[in-house]
């Protein structure tokens, strides 16, 4: 039945009007966003108050939303960053789907199911959801840690592995399937070449003309054109839309223009991105949650618990620490969107009954739901495990006193040494990339393999006799929590963090930091100085303003909302800035 638009916006104020209410209040409660989003699903839903009896109809809005987010994924990244993750995506992502499947597959023949059912709920529940897990990640601004890092590289493996589960389940059931699996690979692999064929050619002149054209319309455009044309060659060879719109992030990433492009879809990414969560919402059934708490409940924790530990150990086989690897194991231990495809599939071939179909469902969205929850308790019980580990590899040898302790060896770590050698000074190094560690001890760096969270691997590089300690790595997790160890080791001891936004900077600080390095404001200070320079201002005059505004802090630049004044005038340099802890 066609809808007219008086009833479609009718439902879309509907939508916005609750989740505007959940989210506001779930806030107020410290809860995500996403919960919000997934409660107004079920209000609004068949199975809620009725409001929207069909979820198809926003569906397809929900995908666009998806499309977008995993495209601003992509634009973050590069072809270059993703080749070095390629251990985490083949060895992690395959291990984490075999673990996975093996066990619930043992698990549902256990229970009494037929062993295609069996094996169709060991796919279904070993596959993590992409859309919540990296836009949580996001929020918290976690996707370059190690466990972001970790959890991404499984979530790309198991959304590629989706087109050969498609193509099992039909056999799985007696069936014939579709296109032969050479076939589906060789249309992949024409996608593959066609998407390096743009990056390194095609979308650079593209964009560079339209760039000059100064016309943001005609920008904006062309990125849509790129993300959803990319997206939609390779729905047709078979792989997901999201899959497409990340690769089309990925062409875009290798040129100049792909922050613009982020800022061009930014909006629209919010909004659809929103629409999927209640789109997810609307798939439970919340009267058969109610008439049977236990077994939803129980079954949820179930497969959380198990993805937990099966990810958590294929991340220890693919070289991830143990702390890294238990907080990858929290993030992807949800059912993932694309099982509500394979489940639909697998009813339709009689797999799964209607009454296993509902409960499925609603195991599914709780574990979604619950998410938020894990994350936060990946963060506080990964360093519990990653404790009873071997803690470090390596020696560092000699005596050590008013030493430096170097936390990360990238362009950072290795501007210390640089620093340390040039006045004489020594130093130890930690790092937790294997490849860098063994190629830097053959050089004679003082550096050993380590988690630097734990407290054995601070002791062992002297951290109680050292002087200065500076923490250069991508975890903002892991950062928090070593400056509260190495506070707590040395109460004197001077340290200096990187971070790359104000808000977390201010929160390193009231944990023990004595100096934070904060990318955004050193970003600011060099703008600063080009237009200084731009305009002809005596070279000593710019170097005492930078100096100056170094000297007085971020507040030259930034002035949050909450500072300004009723009257509208500009607040001072010593308003304090808001207590960020709720925001970091």
Known sequence: MEMSPEILIGKIIVLLGLSVGLIYFGLRLKMPAIVGFLVTGILVG????????????????????VVLLLFTIGLEFSIQSLLKMKKLVLVGGSLQMLLGTAAFFAISLALGFPWNTALLFGFLFSLSSTAIVLKLLQEKGEMDSAHGRGAFGVLIFQDLAVVPLVLILPMLAGQSG????????????????????????VVPWVMKKIAATKSNELFMFAVALICLGTAFLTAEAGLSLALGAFMAGLVIAGSPYAYQAISSVMPMRDIFTSLFF????????????????????????GVMLFNVITTAL???????????????????????????????????????DETTMIAFLNVAVLTMAMTPLALEAGRRFGPLFGAMEKPFVGNIEGHRENHAVVIGFGVAGQAVARACRLMGRQYAIIDMNPGSVQAFQAQG????????????????????????????????????????????????????ARTR???????????????????????????FDSVLTFFKLDRPDIVTKV???????PTNFHTPPEALTKTGEEPTPSQPEPDPSSRC
């Not at 609307?282 to 109610?290: A, E, H, R, S």
């Open 46 to 65: 068949p199975y809620g108050l009725g409001l929207i009896s069909d979820p198809a109809q926003v569906e397809s809005l929900s995908e666009l939303g």
């Open 445 to 496: 760096e003082p550096i050993i393999f380590g988690d630097a969270v734990n407290e054995i691997v601070l002791e062992h590089v002297g951290i109680h006799k050292a002087a200065i300690l500076v923490i250069s790595i991508p975890d903002p997790v892991a950062t928090r929590r070593i400056i509260a160890q190495a506070r707590l080791l040395s109460p004197n001891l001077y340290i200096v």
């Open 314 to 352: 294929a991340m220890k086989a693919a070289g991830l620490r143990g702390r890294v690897a238990i907080m990858v194991g929290f993030a992807l231990c949800q059912v993932g969107e694309f099982a509500f495809v394979l489940a639909k599939t697998g009813g339709e071939l009689k797999l799964l």
């Open 278 to 301: 209640v789109s997810i919402g609307m798939k439970m059934d919340i009267k058969y949650l109610v008439n049977n708490p236990f077994l939803v409940i129980g079954l949820a924790l």
């Open 178 to 201: 579709g296109d032969p699996i050479y076939v589906v690979l060789g249309k992949v692999l024409a996608i593959l070449v066609i998407v390096v064929l743009m990056a390194n050619w």
């Open 547 to 553: 100096a100056e505004a170094r000297s007085s802090g």
């Open 501 to 527: 936004f104000l808000l977390t900077g201010e929160l390193l600080t009231r944990l023990g930091a004595n100096e934070v390095l904060t990318e955004e404001f050193e970003a600011a200070l060099a703008v």
